[in-house]
């Protein structure tokens, strides 16, 4: 993904930081390094977004012994796989404990998705402040060395360099990079959550809120999928930092003058990609599978993550099988779904109960031949795939999502003219709401009368719904996503210089 520099015409070198990569290296029974695709919507978008140009070089964590090796062979010269240029970065240990499983995701996480309890949860401390200062930002300047060592090895490309930031392990990067780099680089971050409003933020203490939204204001673009995030932003920055801005504009100005651009840019897919994937034999061979499950198909696919509210969405199954008892036997509910950072207390306790809410609605409604809930925690991408094909219903009620790619990737390889059911707090439901059922996540009967709408709804009123949402997301492809992004940054270069 090298773009042209304005003034120049030669290529600026482009640099993706994100604490997970696009692949996980190991070794076989001989010996030999392997390596599997990571996980997840956002890698599979910046992949994308990798192969577009020769010096692009994707910057992340490394993740397992192997990956280690491939940091220490990587400190030279980035490491090529799969058409992409890869420089893994070794962390300390304890330091990237500290910033992932005590900072980043029990605490950034749950306030941006507005998962605590405030009036028991959470309890800050000396751990939080030892978290952020021995865990978060050295983490965080590490990342930045990476960066520094690796664009300075690079030859014969021209311009200042565009740096590109991912989410929200690394909001202090932009403070460091710039520290390294000077004004002359570009820098942006991408939030790939939601956003808060002003009176979430400020959950957090004051060393983190300010220190991130400082940072924040150290890039040149901060970016989310959604206005209604981006508008949040400019808020937050506002009544924390007393910063000036123009929130019609998308426009802050940090306390040294620099003006950042506040941007939405909705991730999305490449659908030629699952057009190709719902073909193949691995996925064709999976649909018998599926196919064999009796009646028609509800599915959701997700992590096992507490702001996905997988167990609201049992409970409404339920309620619907409660409330209209000539369903039963009539649609089975296939859940499949990923284990998450169960090293966190909280997301431990939460795979517990989700499989005993599993266990509760089987038991209570199960027939000889029926089972409602089909549990399904394999990993298996081509059994989700053949899923996508075949639901009657998608169900996505998160309590709040960034975007939801699973609403996108689903949509486009389904060819049963499935009924999308769309929480309105997840980013997706800014593009796609107007075609799905929208339904408040928090309200279980609401959700439970979607679900009958959703499974009797006519087949000229699915038909209809299924087009809208196929032409609203193929005219706007993980390409599209790319390319505003180079706009932006061609647009705001050409504005400082």
């Known amino acids: 993904m090298a773009t042209q520099d304005a003034n120049t015409g030669g290529e600026m070198g482009v640099v993706i930081v994100s604490n997970r990569g696009p692949v996980t290296f190991s070794r076989n029974e001989l010996g030999e390094r392997e390596h599997s695709r990571g996980?997840?919507?956002?890698?599979?978008?910046?992949?994308a977004v990798s192969r577009r140009g020769n010096d692009t070089v994707w910057i992340a964590s490394a993740q397992s012994e192997e990956d280690e090796r491939v940091a220490k062979e990587s400190l030279d010269e980035p490491y090529e796989v799969e058409g992409l240029k890869i420089v893994l970065v070794e962390h300390d240990g304890e330091a990237y404990d500290l910033m992932y499983n005590r900072l980043a995701n029990p605490l950034l996480w749950f306030v941006q998705h507005g998962l605590y309890d405030l009036p028991y949860t959470p309890e800050l401390g000396d751990d939080t402040k030892r978290a952020w200062e021995e865990g978060y930002v050295p983490v965080n300047e590490n990342f930045a060395e990476a960066v520094a060592r690796t664009l300075q090895a690079q030859e014969g490309v021209e311009g200042e360099p565009v740096i590109l930031v991912h989410d929200y392990q690394l909001y202090m990067a932009p403070l460091a990079l710039r520290k390294r780099l000077g004004d002359g680089a570009f820098i942006s971050l991408f939030v790939h959550i939601p956003w808060p409003e002003p009176e979430g933020w400020r959950v957090l203490p004051s060393y983190v809120r300010e220190g991130v939204l400082k940072s924040l204001l150290e890039a040149d673009v901060v970016a989310f999928h959604t206005e209604g995030y981006a508008r949040n932003f400019v808020r937050t920055a506002c009544e924390v930092l007393g910063v000036e801005a123009d929130e019609e504009e998308g426009m802050v100005r940090s306390e040294e003058g620099r003006e950042v651009w506040v941007r939405a840019y909705p991730i999305s897919i490449d659908p030629g990609e699952f057009e190709e994937l719902a073909r193949s034999d691995e996925v064709l061979q999976e649909e018998e599978t599926i196919q064999s499950l009796p009646?028609?198909?509800?599915?959701?696919?997700?992590?096992?993550?507490?702001?996905?509210?997988?167990?609201?969405?049992?409970?409404?199954y339920e309620r619907m099988l409660e409330?209209?008892?000539?369903?039963?036997?009539?649609?089975?509910?296939?859940?499949?779904?990923q284990p998450s950072r169960g090293d966190i207390p909280e997301y431990a306790k939460y795979a517990e109960a989700i499989q005993k809410a599993v266990e509760e609605v089987n038991e209570k409604h199960s027939t000889d031949s029926w089972q409602p809930i089909v549990l399904s925690m394999e990993d298996n991408f081509p059994l989700s795939v053949?899923?996508?094909?075949?639901?009657?219903?998608?169900?996505?009620?998160?309590?709040?999502?960034?975007?939801?790619?699973?609403?996108?990737?689903?949509?486009?390889?389904?060819?049963?003219?499935?009924?999308?059911?769309?929480?309105?707090?997840?980013?997706?439901?800014?593009e796609l709401g107007e075609h799905a059922l929208t339904i408040n996540p928090f309200d279980i009967d609401e959700q439970a009368e979607a679900l009958h709408k959703a499974l009797n709804m006519p087949d000229e009123e699915r038909a209809r719904r299924a087009e809208a949402l196929q032409e609203t997301i193929r005219a706007n492809t993980i390409e599209e996503w790319a390319e505003a992004q180079l706009e932006d940054i061609a647009a705001y270069r050409e504005r400082r210089d």
């Open 39 to 47: 996980a997840g919507g956002l890698v599979t978008a910046l992949s």
């Open 323 to 337: 409330r209209y008892p000539e369903t039963r036997e009539q649609v089975t509910f296939l859940a499949r779904l």
């Open 386 to 430: 053949a899923a996508y094909k075949n639901y009657d219903v998608l169900l996505v009620n998160a309590v709040r999502d960034g975007m939801n790619l699973i609403a996108k990737e689903a949509v486009v390889a389904n060819e049963k003219n499935g009924v999308l059911i769309l929480s309105e707090n997840a980013g997706a439901h800014e």
């Open 295 to 316: 009646g028609k198909l509800l599915l959701r696919v997700d992590r096992m993550d507490l702001s996905k509210n997988t167990i609201r969405g049992f409970h409404a």
